[in-house]
């Protein structure tokens, strides 16, 4: 039995079936704010920017509502 997928999505599913991605974004808002002194939505921001760390809404307000 073999799955179809291209190789993209294989390995991204692949990943998120290893990576607590909720973690992982509570993870980096804790640096950020080690770093720097940030409001909730500046944090929040900063976690959903695709100049940031470019985590999901969900995964960026699972680290808001934990860190404050």
């Known amino acids: 039995w073999f799955i ?3 190789f ?4 991204l ?4 079936n290893y990576v607590d991605w909720n973690e992982n974004a509570l993870e ?3 640096e950020y ?3 720097m002194n940030m409001s909730k939505n500046d944090l929040y921001d ?4 695709s100049a940031g760390a470019e985590f999901t ?3 960026a ?4 509502d934990n860190l404050y």
């Open 28 to 30: 980096t808002g804790q």
């Open 8 to 11: 993209q999505s294989c390995v």
């Open 46 to 49: 900063q976690l959903v920017s």
């Open 4 to 6: 179809k997928c291209s």
């Open 57 to 59: 809404a969900s995964q």
């Open 33 to 35: 704010l080690q770093m």
């Open 13 to 16: 599913g692949i990943i998120d």
């Open 61 to 64: 307000q699972y680290a808001v």
